[in-house]
């Protein structure tokens, strides 16, 4: 990875992988074209210290039982991953029964290293990762439901 501006970035991945690199990487500054270069496939990685340090600022705000939370790039809302902590009062609980914020939704579960639907009948259990995708006004209700 070379650093400079955007473009020349990207250029420089492309005359590289023309030239025979099995694998390219850049740096891109401006979250509108990490879109764009991700869709076009005109290198394999990219980063961007916007998105990073996002990520990084919502996962420390996010507290310990948040693995990780995303801004999703064009969707209004985040996609947290929620570690179920031993003692929490949901253990046991249909995920029907559980009263998430209507702004927010249950996408899977993990669990063991399988991944369930999070369907209305399925128990929850201690250790088991939620994957929500919540609206901005959810995250911290959600948050709050899963911290001692």
């Given at each position: 990875a070379v650093t400079g501006d955007d473009e020349?970035?990207?250029?420089?991945?492309?005359?590289?992988?023309?030239k025979g690199a099995g694998f390219t990487i850049t740096q891109i500054a401006r979250t509108d074209y990490v879109p764009v270069v991700e869709s076009l496939a005109l290198v394999d990685r990219i980063i961007s210290p916007y998105v990073s340090?996002?990520?990084?600022?919502?996962?420390?705000?996010?507290?310990?039982?948040?693995?990780?939370?995303?801004?999703l790039h064009n969707l209004p809302g985040e996609l947290l991953d929620i570690v179920?902590?031993?003692g929490n009062k949901f253990i046991g609980q249909a995920v029907k029964n559980i009263k998430f914020p209507r702004e927010?939704?249950?996408?899977?579960?993990?669990?063991?290293?399988?991944?369930?639907?999070?369907?209305g009948e399925f128990s929850i259990a201690a250790e088991?990762?939620?994957?929500?995708?919540?609206?901005?006004?959810a995250v911290k209700k959600i948050q709050n439901m899963f911290v001692k």
């Open positions: 020349s970035n990207v250029m420089n991945c492309l005359m590289a992988r023309k340090t996002t990520r990084g600022i919502l996962h420390y705000l996010r507290r310990r039982n948040v693995r990780a939370a995303s801004l179920v902590e031993p927010s939704v249950v996408a899977v579960v993990l669990r063991g290293g399988e991944v369930f639907p999070a369907t088991d990762r939620l994957l929500v995708f919540a609206d901005p006004s």
